[in-house]
């Protein structure tokens, strides 16, 4: 199998899964015990948050581990309104289901009310976007994500809030940094963020595991009340073999960061090279700032998921612009917030590659796409006649 969908998960490092076995077998204490063995789970989690601190130049007591990004994105938003009678929510118009449902559930509550932010045709923020963010008052909350998850492109947060003065004005802001962990240099403080969401699984980490970075001034209502783990904002016994996990990964992706983009963005320049030679195929959002390792794209003629099933079957991995972000098979939202038509949306496809790609696969991949469109052509000219 050739694997080319590292958006929507990657593999576990074995550096990652010989560090979580320990916590699956013979060192399974309750990190809330006094005994030896709940010490060296709670030491093995302590460890993992100096790591997952370290990959955002952030300090240990500023992470927040959640069950997931999913959830690390409710705690930001709900957990934050929690604490007030009303306010505004701005939302990039192209987030994740995890930032724009919560948000529509906030905006049900009395007091509530989200304003989207639309982007250009380049799926950056648009000059309404902007207009839109310079009427944001103090408290109100503003979450736009660091990089899209279908089209890769980078939205320059810090420049265009540094712009809008939004910290200053005493304006809360969240990013969902899921994508970008991993492939860009992140820093915290540098970002000008007080809540950043982080996943493990996009990072060669295990699934079910996340974070949210925060600056303590910020005040969270916990969304899950029990014991009084992590500071008190997300009860549970914690997932400690994920937790040790997730610390590996981060530390992995961290140390390897500028070797692994240099190696994703010579296989992407190759890709997209051999995508630009066929007929028909446009990249989308290719003079904007993206993730080194995504490509999205439209075809001429066939449909995304009927050109999923014949890569499927001849064991190529990647995915349609139906199915990126959704259970429910719909057109992609953020190609259709692009300005894409309905039809251009049905024929798109994203390949995102993995620090674990060759370019000989990335060949193969070029050359089986090029032989599905001429099979699925042949076979449409054929019906028509
Ligand atoms: C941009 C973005 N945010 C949030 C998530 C959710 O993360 P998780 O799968 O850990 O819930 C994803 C996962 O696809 C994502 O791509």
Known sequence: MIYLDNNATTQMDSTVVETMLPYLGEKFGNPSSRHRQGRAARAAIDTAREQVACLVSAHPSQVIFTGSGTEANNLAIKGYAAGLVSGRLFIGSTEHPSVTKTADQQARLDGWF?????????GLLSDEAM????????GDLVSVMLANNETGVIQPISELYGQLGLKDKGIVIHTDAVQAAGKIALE???????MLTLSAHKIHGPKGIGALIRDKSIVLEPQMNGGGHEAGLRSGTENVAAIAGFGAAA????????QTSEKLLALRTRLENGLRAIPGI?????????????????????????????????GIAIASGSACSSHDNAPSKTLTEMGLDKSRVRRALRVSLGKNNTENEVDTFLDTLKMKLASFNSVVSNVAI
């Open 188 to 194: 915290f403080s540098v970002l000008g963020v007080h």
């Open 114 to 122: 989200k304003v989207a932010l639309p982007v250009t045709e380049n």
């Open 131 to 138: 207009a839109l963010l310079s009427t944001a008052k103090p």
């Open 251 to 258: 530390e992995l992706v961290h140390e390897a960061l500028a």
């Open 282 to 314: 446009e990249i989308i959002a290719d003079k904007t700032e993206r993730l080194v390792n995504t490509s999205c794209f439209t075809m001429a003629s066939v449909e995304g998921e009927t050109m999923l099933m014949m890569l499927d079957k001849a």
